[in-house]
């Protein structure tokens, strides 16, 4: 076996295992609901559209989203029909370089904003937000402002990005193994200097993949690979989690113009949006089940506590069967083998 590949191994094993010790401490928890059943809305089959990793449902134009995908991709922005998943608008973003576009997310002046914020090996210097008009359906090339951006503990993996529709308040979301962390962009920002980001107080879930702001403003929904946690927008204490359906790899939430619902959406190829309809509380909104006909659902956690063995059983079998395949390999390449 190759020694690279090899030492590739060790990181997929403690991804394998962190996986299982996120959904175990989920299911754990007293206020955590089972995996809602979604309404499955549509498949975005267009083939270039395979890293689905930021989503923002468009405030001027119904029944229209925008998506964009990350690294090493095309720099465009991609305007999808909800209702039937097609691509109906492509908007390429020309005069810069873009590295790792990772998240979406339109103010309340109906400008779209991109977090080409990514940094899986923590040590980008050249991370920033564009901003540009909503494009609308059709074909368009736009040169976005852009607003370099660091932060100030140090370079960080964010793949979050949400705007209050109400004050214009603009924050980020890290990504962090151990738990995340919240970055205010400034409200009058340069567009000459980096602009540093002080880091909140408060903490936040490990490996947020994306965030969205209800429509009124009130509180914000955080996801990650398997929960969504509602925030309230004040003082941001959490107020609602629920665990969210299995997908691929989750990446995106989007709420809809009722804030009586939102879209989630995954990496890969023919991708589906899911519309995850919330239960509303004076302050909050968390994920529930929904009536409709169409849908899509998982095995969750049960009363009995049986999601979480059933989390560490399959983490258990996974990580086994890769270090059966390891071992085989490697005697397999001992000199004298057949």
Do not use: C
């Not at 989750?250 to 809809?256: H, I, K, M, S």
């Amino acid at each position: 076996m190759n020694p690279r590949h090899r030492r590739l191994i060790l990181p997929g094993l403690l991804a394998i295992l962190l996986v299982v010790v996120v959904v175990a401490s989920l299911t754990k928890r007293a206020d955590a609901s089972v995996p809602p059943t979604a309404d499955v809305v549509s498949t975005m089959t267009d083939p270039r559209i395979g890293e689905s990793s930021g989503l923002a449902v468009s405030t001027l134009h119904s029944d229209l989203a925008y998506t964009i995908n990350d690294s090493d991709n095309a720099p465009v922005i991609y305007a999808i029909q909800i209702s039937t998943g097609k691509t109906v608008g492509t908007t390429r973003l020309t005069g810069y370089e873009l590295s790792d576009t990772e998240a979406m997310s339109i103010d309340g002046k109906g400008r779209i904003w991109v977090a080409d914020t990514g940094d899986n090996n923590g040590d980008r210097g050249d991370s920033a937000l564009y901003v540009l008009r909503e494009p609308g359906r059709g074909s368009h090339s736009v040169r976005p402002t852009r607003y370099a951006v660091a932060y100030d503990n140090g370079p960080q993996d964010v793949e979050a990005l949400a705007i209050n529709p109400k004050t214009g308040a603009v924050f980020l979301f890290s990504k962090g193994l151990l738990g995340g962390e919240m970055y205010e962009f400034p409200a009058n920002p340069s567009k000459t200097e980096v602009n540093v980001l002080p880091h909140g107080p408060q903490e936040f879930p490990l490996l947020v993949t994306d965030a969205s702001f209800k429509p009124d403003g009130t509180s914000v929904v955080l996801r990650t690979y398997v929960a969504a946690y509602a925030y309230d927008s004040e003082n941001f204490t959490e107020i609602a989690m629920a665990l969210l359906p299995l997908q691929q790899q989750g990446e995106t939430l989007a709420y809809e113009s009722s804030g009586r619902s939102y879209l989630i959406g995954s990496e890969g190829k023919d991708s589906q949006l899911l519309r995850i309809k919330t239960k509303s509380t004076a302050t909050a909104s968390a994920p529930t089940a929904t009536p409709d006909a169409t849908k899509v659902t998982t095995a969750g956690a049960s009363d009995s506590g049986g999601g979480i063995a059933g989390a560490w059983i399959i983490g258990a079998a996974l990580v086994a069967l890769v270090t059966s395949v390891l071992l085989v390999m490697t005697l397999r390449t001992r000199p004298g083998s057949d």
